[in-house]
């Protein structure tokens, strides 16, 4: 029964083990999660490297856009006032009144046309300036991030390789005491350890259960405490049907954080 006990050889032994066996798992645990955060680290480097080369682009086919436009707009002014100069060159020629009037209204207008030039040709130049400035800023942070990610790629190239060397270390020995444990009672505390936070083997103190937090009959509790003392005792199990960890009867002193 999942909530019962089950019979093994050497308990004391078998605890030993699986606490041993926890021990090492944990570390190895640890060390996954150091690695990803590692990784996790040198990801958000380059995801915003990425994102800064993405504006930096889009900026820059603005700035293209606002240039195209600059360069046509004082095109088009320049040959505006070519046309001025031609019209005010006629003006000193004209003896007719009628015409000169004419001359003068159309030289009135190119004027005014012109202004609305210069006045948009000012507008794209302070919009291109800002876009320029903005690209610079961009630029550098650019190469502060290059430079940020090449330290950290570093770093962290340096921390992988040494969790890499102590790990074989440490999975060898956890491998060689679960090759030493009960298949079906390895199997059922590495089913435990992964769905209960890194925790499948806690202690029953003061009739709780360290993992969960929940109360153990009182029955069970001394049948814990005697079984650990017989040579062939049996491996109870938490009988809260959310926490199911194997259970041993644990001295004051010792600490199990709640999965």
């Known amino acids: 029964m999942e909530t019962g006990c089950e019979r093994r050889s050497s308990l004391a032994t078998q ?3 699986l606490l041993s066996l926890q021990d090492l798992d944990q570390r190895l645990l640890r060390k996954e999660q150091q690695l990803e955060k590692l990784h996790q680290q040198v990801a958000v480097i380059v995801s915003e490297k990425e ?3 993405r504006e930096a682009e889009e900026r ?35 003896r007719n009144e009628r015409e000169l009037l004419v001359l003068q ?9 012109n202004g609305e030039l210069e006045d948009n040709i000012l507008k794209v130049l302070g919009q291109l300036e800002e876009q320029q400035q903005q690209q610079t800023d961009t630029q550098t942070r650019i190469e502060e991030l290059q430079a ?8 962290v190239e340096s921390q992988i390789a040494t969790l890499e060397k102590e790990t074989p270390v440490e999975r060898k020995k956890r491998d060689q005491i679960a090759a030493d444990l009960d298949a079906s009672l390895c199997a059922r505390y590495e089913r435990v350890f992964g769905s209960r936070g890194g925790w499948a ?12 937090h929940m109360h153990v009959p009182p ?21 809260q049907p959310s926490c199911g960890r194997i259970l041993y009867f644990g001295l004051d002193s010792e600490e199990v954080s709640e999965a």
Do not use: W
């Open 201 to 212: 083997v806690v202690a029953v103190r003061d009739g709780t259960c360290q993992g969960c």
């Open 51 to 53: 994102a800064r080369e």
């Open 60 to 94: 820059q086919q603005r700035i293209a856009t606002l240039e195209s436009q600059h360069r046509e707009a004082d095109g088009q002014l320049k040959l505006e006032e070519e046309k001025i100069k031609e019209k005010r060159v006629r003006l000193n020629r004209v």
């Open 15 to 17: 605890i030993t083990q």
């Open 148 to 155: 940020q990610l090449a330290q950290e790629t570093a770093d």
């Open 219 to 239: 029955h069970m509790c001394n049948q814990i405490q005697s079984s650990q003392i017989q040579a062939d005792g049996s491996i109870f199990y938490c009988p």
């Open 105 to 113: 209204r159309e030289i009135e207008l190119m004027k005014e046309s």
